[in-house]
């Protein structure tokens, strides 16, 4: 039986449109005693070891200054909250090295792209949520591996590839991060979603999590694993930059790649509600957008 084969969206340039440029001012009124037990707490929650008490004051300062960063956030009664998750002790700069793989490219969306006829479609839905249709696999988690771009690319093939046969199936991000090393993709050093459609169109499909298994670190290509492909892409198109319009459109019709900045405090101990947090314009990071509507008021 042949593999089902789909075309992709993709949006090459995106920065949110709902940005608050927020200066947050709070008083620190931190017991020592107090916030050193809140750490602990933290530390033994996400199993944390340092090698040394030199690391682990260094890894609590750090630590100290995120969660009064997190608390005056969440003082302010704003649409969004944020907790101090597994990259409390990270400082900003280290969680952008580690985390956010996107790597951008001169006029990718040119390569091998047509443009999104978005002015076709009309009477769009209120709002969709892809998850709630059966399109979107179990969150997945990158780790310690710049390889953001692959999940992002991934996510999008998984969604159409439901919409269109009634499976959700669970692809490889491994197989991408392995074996697509020939151009700008180069593993948990950072990639670009075009280039991943690119690699699956050549190689002819790209087969499943369950035969090329996620490991979050570079390795060879395992060619025997890879050769089964489950999904194949005949194409992938472009919408146009900073276009909303054009975004929900294509939401509607599939979960859609994008890239973003993700750079900011905000972001990194990002928890929950409607995101209007401080936006840059520095795309570093793939993820795929599965729907869109009104919480609290907010689109």
Not at 283 to 293: C, D, E, R
Request: proline share 3%; with cysteine; glycine share 8%.
């Amino acid at each position: 039986m042949e593999n089902p084969s789909f075309t992709l969206l993709l949006v090459c340039a995106l920065c949110m449109s709902s940005v608050v440029q927020c200066k947050y001012n709070c008083p620190e009124k931190y017991d020592p005693h107090d916030m050193q037990e809140r750490y602990q707490r933290w530390v033994a929650r996400h199993g944390r070891k340092y090698k040394s008490k030199n690391e682990w004051a260094l890894r609590f300062g750090i630590y100290k200054s995120n969660s009064q960063f997190i608390d005056c956030v969440n003082s302010q009664n704003l649409s969004f909250k944020l907790t101090d998750n597994e990259f409390a002790d990270m400082t900003n700069d280290e969680f952008r090295a580690m985390y956010l793989g996107y790597q951008s490219i001169r006029s990718p969306c040119e390569i091998n792209s047509k443009g999104f006829a978005y002015d076709k479609y009309h009477n769009l839905p209120k709002s969709i949520d892809w998850r709630k249709k059966g399109a979107v696999a179990p969150i997945k988690n990158q780790g310690q591996c710049g390889s953001c771009w692959a999940f992002s690319a991934v996510a999008a093939i998984e969604g159409i590839n439901q919409i269109k046969t009634g499976n959700l199936t669970s692809l490889s991000e491994q197989e991408l991060i392995d074996c697509d090393t020939d151009s700008i993709d180069q593993g948990c050093n950072g990639g670009h979603m075009v280039q991943a459609y690119e690699f699956i169109i050549k190689n002819g499909g790209i087969t499943t999590e369950k035969d090329y298994p996620y490991t979050g670190r570079d390795d060879t290509c395992k060619r025997t694993q890879a050769k089964n492909h489950a999904v194949t892409i005949s194409g992938y198109k472009r919408l146009p930059t900073n276009n909303e319009t054009a975004l929900q459109i294509a939401v509607s019709q599939q979960p859609v790649s994008v890239a973003i900045d993700a750079a900011g405090l905000e972001f990194q101990f990002y928890f929950g509600g409607v995101f209007t947090g401080d936006c840059g314009n520095e795309l570093n990071h793939g993820v795929a957008i599965v729907g869109y509507g009104e919480v609290l008021n907010k689109k």
